[in-house]
Structures are given as structure tokens and as C-alpha cells.
């Protein structure tokens, strides 16, 4: 993984867990990183993007809204140790950890959204699963 796309990811990240709810455009974004193409804009609620000299519409899941489409972006080689919508600080949290005992659990506990706690663990199992797809690209470049 190249640095600018380190720097990229992390900014993705840093913007789910910024968000203060469902978000269609952050969707269509971290569906883009997690499928590795361009995101380039929303119409309506499909996404435009582009793949090598791919162009076109595609529809993007919930994964700020739905803990199902949350889930799926959990990367294969990872477990999913524990999920809260209240956790020990009162706020949701998510825990994940590489299937192997040598790395460490990747966890991202602390969006708040008082109105929608269904969404703020979307939004933390989203965060949880991108740094985790972040740390095994980093790991596979090492």
C-alpha cells in the first residue's frame, strides 16, 4: 500500500468517526476504499465511480446505517471478538482481532450519537473494520 493511500484510508476512518449518523456519500466512499476503485459522486443514491477504464452506477449498501452491511466489510482472516451499544464508557464499541494470536485486536470503542445507537455501532464496526483492513495492507506490504 502506497503512503498516499495509508494517508487516504486514515482520513476515511477519521471521517466515520466524525460522523454524527447514516451518511449515503460516506457509504459510497468506504465501499470505494474497501473495493479499492475511485469514488467519484453520488446520484441519487447510486454512486459513480471508477475501476481501471470502468465507469458507471453501482448501489452502494448502508454501512453507516445497517449493522449487516456493517459486518460485511469485517476483512476474512478477522474475528469479531465483541460489539456494545454500551460500552464501559457508555458509548457503543466494537473489538476485532486478526484469526491468529500474534497480532494485536484492532478496536474502535466512543462514537456517540445519543438519537440513533444503531447507527453509531454501524459506525464503529465500519471504523473498526476499515483500520483493520488498513492494518492488514500495512502488514502485507511489510
Known amino acids: 500500500m ?3 493511500d495509508m494517508v487516504e484510508m486514515d ?10 449518523g447514516p451518511d449515503r456519500e460516506l457509504d459510497a466512499m468506504v465501499r470505494a476504499a474497501a473495493e479499492r476503485v475511485s469514488f467519484v459522486k453520488m446520484i441519487g443514491k447510486s454512486a459513480f465511480r471508477t475501476s481501471g477504464g470502468d465507469r458507471g452506477l453501482y448501489d452502494t449498501p448502508a454501512y453507516t446505517a445497517s449493522l449487516d452491511a456493517a459486518v460485511s466489510l469485517v476483512p476474512s482472516g478477522c474475528l469479531l471478538v465483541a460489539m456494545s451499544d454500551i ?8 473489538c476485532l482481532c486478526s484469526d491468529t494470536s500474534a497480532s494485536p485486536p484492532v478496536e474502535h470503542w ?4 445519543a438519537a440513533n445507537r444503531q447507527a ?3 459506525l464503529a464496526l465500519c471504523a473498526a473494520a476499515l483500520r483493520a483492513r488498513l492494518a492488514m495492507q500495512m ?3 511489510g
Open 2 to 4: 502506497h503512503d498516499k
Open 139 to 141: 502488514e502485507g506490504d
Open 87 to 94: 460500552a464501559a464508557d457508555g458509548m457503543p464499541g466494537v
Open 110 to 113: 466512543g462514537i456517540s450519537i
Open 120 to 122: 453509531a455501532l454501524a
Open 11 to 20: 482520513a476515511l476512518i477519521q471521517r466515520v468517526e466524525a460522523a454524527t
